[in-house]
């Protein structure tokens, strides 16, 4: 019986940098340099007697693919010594990931406390599925702490946030929520999409859960879907891997592969299209034709104290309302698309966290399904456009956005354009 590979090195006391370069990693018999793609379903055995005591759990070794893969395992570590985390389980999409926590959290006649301020998937997942299961969900407005008392004055199974919040950057008081959950005896899960691995640290802020969508920062590059669960390990190799392997949401090897790599330059790439969005966000406040811009770490945050306290970084993403020009919705909503339309360099596109730029009108795609009601109470206006800061050099973006609010006020040059070329 061959053995398994040691990790290349041991991640004792090394730093989140250091480990997402080299964590998880277990060199082949060929002392390759980067981390090798098992692209492989299945794995053989010397003798029948193997496959017996592996099935038997008798000796640890991989069996199937839908069960584990070097390849991922590599992955999962990775990303479980960068978060903090005991333990991570890769899924194959960040809904995945969301789902298959609640799934292996809930059960007939489960109740879950969650933020209105929700991915619209994971609204569906709630309403629609969890709901037919006889699992109920109750909502509160993340920012409301009253709210949370009062729903939380009842027991619950599971509590669901996202902080900062998509599109419109409401940032949730995470320690509190927590007390207050825990209280009710629930299990705190937060998707930490939009803040990312190395912006906000849940865990250490009262969450037991974190879920990412690894398609956004952890690719990073646009090229694979992917997500992840990480948490203690009880939960992870309990229910949850139970959940995974039988019902087979698996991260497939060559994803896992490509976010492998991703994490290693992920906190440059995070740190620099963070920078840039406090730049373009404090740029963009003092506009003609915008009203008002969100973005955390701007001093004009409604939780800004809170978001200095719980995040290094303000996030790579800012969400900003354009002046209305006096009409009804859909014009006003033709004016955004303008605007969107008429950007040079920034691309039109409802993902988020990639090197590229990318603008997205909320109200008409990803929150399109989200109710009316509910879209006005959260902000999201015909005039809110959100974008995702890239990799590209700032002042290209400064320019685009220029050059399109330009068009919106009908000016004949941009503002940035016109200084440069006088
Ligand atoms: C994108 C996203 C998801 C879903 O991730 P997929 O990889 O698209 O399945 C969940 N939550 C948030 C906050 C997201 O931005």
Redesign the pocket.
């Known amino acids: 019986m061959p053995e398994l590979p040691q990790p290349a090195i041991d991640p004792a006391g090394l730093r989140p940098a250091t480990l997402a370069v080299r964590g998880g990693q277990y060199r082949s018999a060929f002392q390759e340099t980067s981390e090798a793609l098992y692209l492989t379903q299945g794995y053989v055995y010397d003798r029948a007697a193997d496959a017996e005591a592996a099935f038997a759990e008798e000796i640890e070794r991989y069996t199937y693919s839908r069960y584990a893969n070097p390849t991922v395992t590599t992955f999962e570590e990775r990303l479980a010594l960068i978060e903090g985390a005991e333990d991570c389980c890769s899924t194959?999409?960040?809904?995945?990931?969301?789902f298959t926590t609640l799934a292996s959290l809930v059960s007939s006649g489960s109740r879950i406390v969650a933020a209105r301020e929700?991915?619209g998937?994971?609204l569906v997942v709630l309403d629609d599925i969890l709901g037919r299961w006889g699992v109920r969900t109750d909502y509160v407005r993340g920012t409301d702490l009253d709210q949370w008392a009062r729903a939380l004055t009842t027991p619950a199974d599971v509590v669901l946030l996202?902080s900062p919040?998509?599109p419109m950057q409401d940032v949730l008081d995470l320690p509190e929520i927590a007390r207050l959950a825990h209280a009710a005896g629930a299990v705190v899960v937060v998707?930490?999409?939009?803040a990312t691995p190395v912006l906000q640290r849940p865990l250490e802020l009262g969450a037991d859960v974190v879920?990412?969508?690894?398609?956004?920062h952890i690719d990073g590059q646009g090229r694979v879907?992917?997500?992840a669960v990480l948490g203690s390990r009880d939960l992870v190799r309990g229910p949850l891997q139970q959940m995974v392997r039988n019902t087979g949401p698996t991260l497939a090897p060559f994803n896992a592969w490509v976010l492998t790599k991703g994490l290693e330059t992920m906190a440059l790439r995070v740190r620099a299209q963070s920078a840039a969005a406090l730049d373009l966000a404090t740029w963009l406040e003092e506009q003609p034709g915008v009203a008002s811009v969100r973005y955390p770490f701007l001093a004009s945050h409604p939780q800004h104290a809170l978001a200095r306290a719980q995040m290094s970084g303000g996030g790579t993403v800012v969400t900003m309302t354009l002046e209305r020009s006096g009409g009804d919705d859909e014009h006003e909503k033709d004016r955004a698309f303008a605007f969107l339309d008429a950007l040079r360099v920034i691309d039109i596109s409802n993902?988020?966290?990639d090197a590229k730029s990318l603008v997205t009108h909320p109200a008409t795609t990803t929150h399109r399904r989200v109710d009316p009601a509910v879209r006005a109470e959260l902000g999201i206006t015909a005039t809110t456009v959100r974008l995702s800061v890239g990799l590209e050099d700032v002042e290209d973006l400064r320019e685009d956005l220029d050059a399109a609010l330009a068009v919106l006020r009908g000016d004949d040059r941009p503002r940035a354009a016109a200084k440069m070329n006088p």
């Open positions: 194959a999409s960040g809904m995945s990931a969301v929700l991915f998937s994971s996202e919040s998509n998707d930490n999409v939009f879920v990412y969508s690894a398609t956004k879907m992917g997500g993902n988020l966290g």
